[in-house]
């Protein structure tokens, strides 16, 4: 009973920030023209923002500090990469059909974390798996010749997919290492 009403609590507590960061593109728009958000982009950032910091909070609870640093990583890692392929684009300039092969790396990362009942080591291989998956999407991207599209150089391509394989694999870096048991400074 005491964790559902924790988890209550947490929601509240994660839709109430939601809301106050929405506040921020929300009063802009009163001052500027080159903030315009219209009701979809509230509601997806608004979605995206609720469920990675509910996704945090259900991680992290009552798990070794070094555990919630890995979650931390992992899930800001996620939000950062959805967020970036949102609003620019990770291949190519703006919307292409070639940043929906992103889906597919969080796909893999939420099913591997899932099926690993979130234990450090199961965590530490759905890192793994999603770095890797990375590094395949990039294999895909060079070979289809989605370099050649405007906007994107394969660079670009190696640069993103490399930067955000990289992160994953300090998030499982840490996983292994909470997952050892291991203490800082008794922490």
Not at 19 to 28: K, Q, R, S, T, V
Not at 75 to 104: C, E, K, S, Y
């Amino acid at each position: 009973m005491k964790k559902s009403i924790n988890v209550s609590r947490s929601a509240g507590i994660v839709g109430l920030v939601t809301l106050l960061l929405l506040a921020i593109p929300f009063i802009a728009m009163q001052f500027t023209a080159e903030v315009n958000w219209g009701v979809g982009d509230f509601l997806i950032m608004g979605a995206l923002i609720f469920s990675t910091g509910m996704a945090y909070v259900l991680l992290s609870s009552s798990m070794h500090i070094i555990f919630k640093l890995a979650a931390a990583m992992a899930v800001g890692t996620t939000f950062l990469m959805i967020w970036a392929n949102l609003a620019a684009g990770l291949i190519g300039a703006g919307p292409n059909a070639a940043n929906l092969m992103f889906i597919a790396v969080v796909f893999i990362l939420i099913f591997g974390s899932v099926r690993s009942g979130f234990t450090a080591s199961g965590m530490e291989k759905s890192m793994y798996a999603t770095a890797l998956s990375l590094a395949v999407l990039a294999v895909i991207a060079l070979l289809g010749n989605m370099d050649q599209y405007p906007g994107t150089s394969a660079k670009e391509i190696i640069g993103i997919c490399g930067f955000f394989a990289g992160l994953y694999a300090i998030a499982g870096a840490l996983f292994h290492y909470a997952g050892k048991g291991r203490t800082v400074q008794g922490i």
